[in-house]
């Protein structure tokens, strides 16, 4: 009898350090991808891991949409336009919104290349 409790109480002791090692060591990471002093909003993010927000360049006078590949970031969009609500799919189609080039809102398409 006192074997089979000293077996238990080994397996319970295996178990217990199994989930406290899983629950120590997450099987994930953080990434911070932005550091600036503008406002970065309304990331996307396909299944690829490529990520696409909207944000301000230097002159922080309009919004520009950004691209991070997983190893860089991209400034997709460089003009004087409020380029908005960016989406990305997983072939790397990049889609989005834009004020003032004209009285309304215009969509642009951005294929990758």
């Known amino acids: ?8 109480l ?5 178990l217990l350090f199994t989930i406290a ?3 120590a060591a997450p099987n994930y990471t953080i990434t ?3 550091n600036n002093f503008f406002d970065d909003k309304y990331p996307q993010i396909n299944n690829e891991g490529h990520v696409v927000w909207r944000g301000s360049d230097a002159s922080a006078i309009d919004l520009e949409i950004y691209l991070y590949t997983g190893t860089k970031i991209i400034q997709i969009t460089d003009n004087t336009f409020s380029d908005l609500n960016p989406k990305i799919n997983d072939n790397g189609y990049i ?4 004020y003032g080039d004209g009285p309304d809102y215009e969509i642009f398409l951005y294929d990758g290349t």
């Not at 080994?10 to 295996?14: G, H, M, P, T, V």
């Not at 889609?95 to 834009?98: D, L």
């Open 21 to 23: 090692q899983a629950m």
């Open 10 to 14: 080994a397996i319970l002791a295996i």
């Open 32 to 34: 911070q991808v932005t």
């Open 95 to 98: 889609v989005w919104e834009r």
């Open 1 to 8: 009898m006192n074997w089979v409790r000293q077996q238990g």
